[in-house]
């Protein structure tokens, strides 16, 4: 993951918070955690159900619930769209290769 943060676009942090993906920050705390679950959700996950359950034995995620999960995963979209503008920028623009 840290190689994915390291490219990551400018602001993508303030990003989560203005796009309203961050909103509570009882479970996941950071725009870093957020991404994580995302990525837990889309890679390994398949369902909000064992998203959950995938969480409660990770590290810093206890208590995510299936609906503490989707709305999570729902309140991302905006922002990953944000993420996914701004990487394309940054590619056209030559800071990322």
């Keep these: 993951m840290e190689k994915i943060f390291e490219i990551m676009p400018e602001g993508w942090e303030e990003a989560a918070i203005r796009e309203k993906a961050l909103v509570r ?25 064992l998203t959950s359950a995938l969480t409660q034995i990770s590290e810093n995620q206890e208590g995510l619930n299936k609906t503490a999960v989707k709305n999570r995963i729902v309140n991302s979209a905006g922002w990953l769209k944000w993420i996914c503008e701004n990487l394309c920028r940054q590619f056209i623009l030559g800071k990322i290769k």
């Design 25 to 49: 920050g009882r479970n996941i705390k950071t725009p870093k955690e957020l991404l994580r679950l995302n990525f837990l959700y889309q890679t390994q996950g398949e369902t909000y159900g």
